[in-house]
């Protein structure tokens, strides 16, 4: 199956959607205390993807080989992820780690499009 996923982030929440030809699901969590306040936007976001592609897989939405389009509203992150340039924080290259080792397990099939902050539906919900 094909979903495109939103995804946003700041200091103290973030939020994904998953849509595809059946559903559109809205998620948002405040971040763990050990988050909370504590890291930049950036890093949210980060969070975001990675808390949002292993829920949509443990709620059974995404499922091992399906096509995720990825889309992001940050080029920093849309051209670290897409191609592969390098960030100097230690956190975010902790997090990029999960999220391709997440990826390579499930086999999933990710595609990272850069789409104006305006076209987030994910913003609205933080």
Known sequence: M?????????????????????SE?????????????????????YIALHVGLFWGIGRYII???????????????FNHLSNNQSVSDGFIN?????ILQFIKQRELNISYQLIKIEENPAKKLI
Not at 12 to 20: D, Q, V
Not at 26 to 37: G, P, V
């Open 25 to 45: 699901i809205n998620q948002k969590r405040e971040h763990a205390e050990i988050y909370l306040n504590k890291i930049t936007n950036l890093q949210s976001k």
């Open 94 to 98: 902790t997090r990029t780690d999960f």
């Open 63 to 77: 499922h091992d080989g399906d096509k995720i389009n990825v889309k992001m509203d940050n080029k920093v992150m």
């Open 2 to 22: 094909e979903h495109s996923f939103f995804f946003d982030g700041n200091s103290k929440k973030i939020a994904w959607i998953i849509k595809n030809e059946d």
